[in-house]
């Protein structure tokens, strides 16, 4: 079984920084993509950032220049480092990896439970 474990949300006055971590535990065998998608109260949940296994990135409009979305593939872990925050940044985030739990066995989407991270004065 797969854990996706989230942490680092929490409040923050517009301007300010957050980093979000997510671990991954259990059974992994290996890790293509990583990602972080956020939802706000009443919307769809986007695509913040991801990155593939190769270290290649892709950011939402929204939060070019940023944000920063970086792995460490020997912790199985993926983190969101997020400047310059704004309100309109409000939301759940959520990680989520495209994980092979064994090397015969494809991969399938495994999600954290979320994170809040609210910015506000």
């Known amino acids: 079984q797969v854990q996706l474990v989230e942490s680092g949300g929490g409040l923050v006055q517009p301007g300010g920084s957050l980093r979000l971590s997510c671990a991954a535990s259990?059974?992994?065998?290996?890790?293509?993509?990583m990602g972080w998608y956020r939802q706000a109260p009443g919307k769809q949940r986007d695509m913040v950032a991801s990155?593939?296994?190769?270290?290649?990135?892709n950011y939402a409009d929204s939060v070019k220049g940023r944000f920063t979305i970086s792995r460490d593939n020997a912790k199985n872990t993926v983190y969101l480092q997020m400047n310059s925050l704004k309100p309109e940044d409000t939301a759940v985030y959520y990680c989520?990896?495209?994980?092979?739990?064994?090397?015969?066995?494809?991969?399938?989407?495994?999600w954290g439970q979320g994170t809040q991270v609210t910015v506000s004065s």
């Open positions: 989520s990896m495209n994980i092979r739990p064994t090397a015969w066995i494809g991969g399938a989407n495994y």
């Open positions: 990155i593939i296994s190769g270290g290649s990135t």
């Open positions: 259990g059974s992994i065998f290996s890790i293509n993509a």
